[in-house]
């Protein structure tokens, strides 16, 4: 495996130097695992470093961190850290080799000090469940018990033993996304297990927090529709909601949304990073009434943000279009229209709706609307004799608006405006 890490790049390489050095300081050893160990073989570039500890874990991470200047956040209840260096935007979780035990299916694994062949047998397939050593004596050696190396080469998603799927249901999500980013198919054996915890119901008895953070990273992949409409044929969506379905017509809309966003981002058109996985979401719970998706955004438990966003444009969107459609409006409005809407929703709007003026409208407030402004400020405002007070926004808001309609255009027009408006004596 020497060839491998030697591709690496220089940053990556001087890490794994590092770890190496200060787990032969302590008498440890360390080992590459994980998901970067199975990209690494696939040529696929992955950033997240994973490193397990035959020793103490925790104090190797507080050593590791320090000699970064990175930040640490410890789970001591797991024996793991998460090292953050924030130069690089490069994240190493580090854990201490353990077994797991589940003392009942779908809850969350008792840990105790295990060898490295535990660490790995409780992973959720073969093809994670592969450590490179960077020891001294040993280093680049693969660790392979579980023939993982050999279902990569067969492109085949296999667990590790027949209760996988019982004792964590997430594995299920997580199986269709691994078959599908890499298009892989789930070992024959391994999908008759899938299917038989999903006749069992076993995603209904997981923490819905704990399914949120398995479908928001199948909702984040490059074009997720192939994920969800194998999700809905291996899994169904009841597990979101039990009035949720991803029907032709969903298909469709999903196909309309990942279009726009390719559009919106080829445009360069956001003032911020989008958060284009909930516009997938929009997309999916879109048959549903907003009393249903209420309850999911509470059942998984999504930030507040996001939160707000599903909820706005479930209430808000039929409105705006129902306005855009009184016949030829002025730029202004327009402008008002979108302007308090996050581009989630705009977007969203212009996957939905595929009418000429309203497609028009759209690219219009983003290609020029949203990046017009008044030359004016407060302080000429002050110049002109205006106290300041709540009047300010709303005369600004005014030149603002003809600006948009055409009727001025330099700053000496937005002067004789308000002149000409009567707020200055």
Wanted: aromatic content about 10%; overall charge positive.
């Amino acid at each position: 495996m020497k060839k491998y890490l030697n591709r690496l790049e220089k940053e990556l390489k001087g890490l794994i130097h590092l770890a190496a050095d200060i787990a032969s300081k302590n008498n440890m050893r360390a080992y590459l695992v994980g998901g970067f160990v199975r990209d690494l073989i696939l040529g696929v570039k992955n950033l997240d470093l994973d490193i397990v500890i035959d020793g103490d874990g925790v104090k190797f991470a507080e050593e590791f961190a320090k000699a970064l200047k990175a930040r640490l956040i410890c789970h001591r209840r797991f024996r793991t850290a998460t090292c953050i260096i924030f130069e690089s935007n490069l994240k190493v979780d580090i854990a201490t080799v353990r077994k797991e035990f589940y003392p009942h299916p779908a809850h969350l694994p008792i840990v105790s000090s295990g060898t490295l062949k535990d660490d790995l047998g409780r992973r959720d397939f073969t093809i994670n469940a592969m450590a490179i050593s960077i020891n001294k004596g040993d280093f680049g050696r693969l660790i392979d018990f579980y023939n993982g190396k050999s279902d990569l080469g067969h492109k085949g998603v296999r667990i590790l033993h027949d209760l996988s799927f019982i004792d964590d249901p997430t594995r299920i999500l997580r199986a269709i996304r691994f078959e599908k980013r890499y298009n892989f198919r789930i070992e024959s054996r391994t999908l008759e297990c899938l299917k038989k915890a999903v006749k069992l119901k076993m995603l209904d008895k997981v923490q819905p927090q704990r399914l949120r953070d398995e479908l928001i990273p199948i909702l984040k992949e490059g074009y997720p529709l192939k994920y969800l409409r194998r999700m809905q044929e291996l899994a169904g969506c009841s597990f979101i909601n039990w009035n949720l379905f991803v029907s032709s017509q969903t298909h469709r809309l999903l196909r309309s949304i990942e279009k726009q966003i390719i559009w919106f981002k080829e445009g360069c058109l956001a003032e911020r990073q989008s958060d284009y996985w909930l516009i997938y979401l929009m997309g999916l719970l879109y048959s549903l009434d907003l009393k249903d998706v209420k309850l999911i955004c509470r059942k998984f438990v999504f930030r507040k943000q996001e939160e707000k966003i599903l909820l706005t444009y479930k209430r808000n969107s039929s409105k705006v279009v129902g306005k855009l459609n009184q016949g030829k409006i002025k730029p202004s409005t327009v402008f008002c229209l979108f302007k308090p809407l996050s581009y989630e929703e705009i977007i969203f709007i212009k996957a939905s709706y595929n009418k000429r003026n309203i497609q028009k409208y759209i690219e219009d407030f983003l290609k020029i609307y949203n990046g017009i402004r008044i030359q004016i400020c407060g302080e000429d405002l002050k110049k002109l004799g205006l106290a300041p007070g709540p009047s300010y926004q709303k005369i600004l808001s005014r030149v603002l608006n003809a600006k948009l309609n055409g009727a001025v255009k330099t700053k000496g027009d937005e002067l004789a405006l308000i002149k000409k408006l009567g707020v200055v004596k």
